[in-house]
T-cell receptor, first 114, second 113 residues
Framework: KQEVTQIPAALSVPEGENLVLNCSFT??????LQWFRQDPGKGLTSLLL?????REQTSGRLNASLDKSSGRSTLYIAASQPGDSATYLC?????????????FGSGTRLLVRP | DTGVSQDPRHKITKRGQNVTFRCDPI?????LYWYRQTLGQGPEFLTY????????KSRLLSDRFSAERPKGSFSTLEIQRTEQGDSAMYLC???????????FGDGTRLSIL
């Protein structure tokens, strides 16, 4: 079964810390990987997308990496702020039942304390 | 606002009733997806359209669920004879193609009494 796992499930840090969120996937035949942010009661906001041929993508204080061989991706958040508090979801675009589907992890709930 | 929009935002109904949700994707996006999300979990794929053609349906989608995208623009998701287990957030997303990010709406939260 193709799975996407995120560790930790929850994280609480003081403002200003650099932090790393982890995502692992079981299928190395990944097409791309996308990181999302979800605020309570809201939909998902796309943060970064990494194609399988790429190793990392950066946007502002966010940096995402992809290592297909080890089945891992990380999301690095620099100088965290209280406004970064949200659930962060990674999703791998994987081949399932003859078509590509976005398979999500359960997310990491991040709290950045002022 | 040119993002993905979903209507209604919330739906409360009694068990056994039929409900219909609407999704308006980003206008130039020809791919449209429906997902279901329960508390504490990531979204699960339900179905996907390329233009007006429904190309894939998850095994999660029972016969009580039907989705349409009649003119390749907006889409509807109907659930017939709702059950308690249908309570969830139903999310719609759209993308230009497989290489581009999927953009999500704010979802419709369904509560079955």
């Amino acid at each position: 079964k193709q799975e996407v796992t995120q560790i930790p499930a929850a994280l609480s840090v003081p403002e200003g810390e650099n932090l790393v969120l982890n995502c692992s996937f079981t299928d190395s035949a990944i097409y791309n990987l996308q990181w999302f942010r979800q605020d309570p009661g809201k939909g998902l906001t796309s943060l970064l997308l990494i194609q399988s041929s790429q190793r990392e993508q950066t946007s502002g204080r966010l940096n995402a990496s992809l290592d297909k061989s080890s089945g891992r991706s990380t999301l690095y958040i620099a100088a965290s702020q209280p406004g970064d508090s949200a659930t962060y979801l990674c999703a791998a675009l994987l081949m399932m039942d003859s078509s590509y589907k976005l398979i999500f992890g359960s997310g990491t709930r991040l709290l950045v304390r002022p | 606002d040119t993002g993905v929009s979903q209507d209604p935002r919330h739906k409360i109904t009694k068990r056994g009733q039929n409900v219909t949700f609407r999704c308006d994707p980003i206008s130039e996006h020809n791919r449209l997806y429906w997902y279901r999300q329960t508390l504490g979990q990531g979204p699960e794929f339900l179905t996907y359209f390329q233009n007006e053609a429904q190309l894939e349906k998850s095994r999660l989608l029972s016969d009580r669920f039907s989705a349409e995208r009649p003119k390749g623009s907006f889409s509807t998701l109907e659930i017939q004879r709702t059950e308690q287990g249908d309570s969830a957030m139903y999310l719609c997303a759209s993308s230009l193609n497989r290489d581009q990010p999927q953009h999500f709406g704010d979802g419709t939260r369904l509560s079955i009494l």
